[in-house]
Every structure is written in structure tokens, then in C-alpha cells.
């Protein structure tokens, strides 16, 4: 069982739903990634998405795309996210953490160096958002011989068969898009979410996290009566957009905490 598997696991031994909250490694700078990472765990995260800065993120609306911008402004790179990532583990052996972005950073590096170095770094899973299924039946399959998870993502425009290609592949849990757009966009509808997740769970069999347009405390209690786990990232990254550098991560982890309580009420 990967970490991912076994923290899902225990969340919902718990009766709780699991928060997987998103930021963008080197955002707003590459020093701060370590102590934000370690805010969003100290805040109430269960599964930590980190961002890999790439300058065209196609499905990221303009505050994600602001936040890849601003670390690759910074220099930061694919290997220098899998040396944060390490840099985690040594303090934190416990809390998974999942690598999204797209396919470029791991093509130019080669498929099979990055799992190496990925495993050897302490990921968990990778979220590539432009790999579909059909055509990284290889690559998942090393991913998973290294004890790492793929997750995909499935939108309101999947179909059944889109689901059932997507569940042959998927591990750890899929990502449920909310709403048809980029990150960051659109009014949440949550009763199309919940119409959706039972279609979602006829052919997949890990749990559904949902994310795009999650907001506070109120929009993540509501996904989480519906879902597995609830996925946030945009409104963090205003956060730190909103916040004097020597606040930032107390003022993350603080949004954090409210958005568990909310959950957990």
C-alpha cells in the first residue's frame, strides 16, 4: 500500500475526508516552500500537491499561471522540486506528497530517470495532467513499480468510457474538475458534483477528490459531503499574492486550519 493509499485509508477510518491543499514549489520564493509545506501539514493538510513551475500551464487559470511565472522567474525546475521534496522527507516521513504539472519537465529529463529519481526523492504520486491514459500505460506502470501513485484528472465532460479508460490506470485517488474551465474560474455547482461522483465511483475504485472553484471554509464542507477529498489551490496562492512575505506562511497555515475546521464541523 503507498502512502497515499494508507493516509486515504486512514482518513476514512476516521469519518473525515482528506484535504490536499496546492501550492507552487518557488512561489513566491523558493526559500519559502519548505516552511509552507510544512505550514499546510501543521494546518490540517493530508496530502500536500506541489506544483511544478512550467511556463505554459494549460489548465491553470492566471493565478496559478502568476505563481509558475514567479518561480520560474526564480530558476526553479524540476530537479530543484524533487530536492525540495527530499529536503521534506527529512523531517516528514508521514505526510504524502503529490507532484502536478505536465508532461514537458518529465520528457526532457527521460520517463525513467525522473521515477528514479522521484522514488528516490520521497514522491508519493504525479498528477501530469497532459499524459492520458492511453498513451502512459508504460509510464504508470513504472510509476507503481516504484510504489508511486498516477493520479488523472476526469471533468464534467468525461464520459463513461473516458472513466473506465481513466480507473485502468489510476491509483491513490482521481481528481474530479469541478467545473468546466482553468483553476481559479467559474461559480461551484455542488449538486452537479454530487450527480457526478456516483457515475464517477460506477467504474473507479480509489477515492474522488474534488477541486477548481473551492474557496473557504463553506465550498470545501460543501464538496466534502459529496466527496473523498477536497482539493484547493488557487485561493492559497492569493493568499500568498495578498500577504507580506514575513506573514505568508502563518497566514497559509492559519486558511488552512479554517478550511479543516469547516470540514471537520
Not at 496546492?22 to 513566491?28: E, H, L, N, S, V
Not at 520517463?111 to 526523492?121: G, K, R, T
Not at 461559480?187 to 452537479?192: E, F, G, I
Request: a negative charge; charged letters at 20%; aromatic letters at 6%.
Amino acid at each position: 500500500m503507498s502512502r497515499i493509499q494508507a493516509c486515504l485509508a486512514a482518513v476514512a477510518a476516521q469519518n473525515k475526508k482528506a484535504l490536499i491543499p496546492f501550492i507552487t514549489a518557488g512561489d513566491p520564493d523558493p526559500e519559502l516552500t519548505l516552511p509552507l509545506m510544512h505550514a499546510l501539514v501543521a494546518g490540517g493538510a493530508d496530502i500536500i500537491e506541489l506544483g511544478v513551475p512550467f511556463s505554459d500551464p494549460m489548465a491553470d487559470g492566471p493565478v496559478i499561471q502568476r505563481a509558475s511565472e514567479r518561480a520560474l522567474l526564480k530558476g526553479v525546475g524540476l530537479r530543484d522540486v524533487l530536492a525540495m521534496v527530499q529536503q521534506f522527507r527529512t523531517q516528514n516521513q508521514t505526510t504524502p506528497v503529490v507532484l502536478m504539472g505536465y508532461a514537458n519537465p518529465i520528457e526532457r529529463m527521460g520517463q525513467e530517470h525522473f521515477i528514479h529519481a522521484a522514488a528516490e526523492a520521497g514522491v508519493d504520486g504525479v498528477l501530469v495532467v497532459d499524459y492520458p491514459p492511453e498513451e502512459c500505460a508504460y509510464f504508470a506502470e513504472n510509476m507503481h513499480k516504484q510504489g508511486m501513485d498516477t493520479i488523472f484528472l476526469l471533468a464534467p465532460t468525461s464520459t463513461d468510457e473516458r472513466i473506465a479508460q481513466v480507473a485502468q490506470l489510476a491509483t491513490g485517488y482521481v481528481y474530479y474538475v469541478s467545473l468546466k474551465g482553468v483553476t481559479g474560474s467559474g461559480a461551484l455547482d455542488v449538486a452537479a458534483v454530487a450527480a457526478m461522483i456516483p457515475r464517477i465511483k460506477q467504474h473507479v475504485k480509489v477515492p474522488v477528490g474534488v477541486g477548481f472553484g473551492i474557496r473557504d471554509g463553506a465550498t470545501a464542507r460543501a464538496i466534502a459531503e459529496v466527496s473523498d477529498a477536497v482539493v484547493i489551490g488557487s485561493r492559497i496562492i492569493q493568499e500568498l499574492e495578498n500577504t507580506p512575505r514575513e506573514n505568508a506562511v502563518s497566514a497559509v497555515q492559519n486558511f488552512i486550519a479554517s478550511v479543516r475546521v469547516a470540514m471537520d464541523a
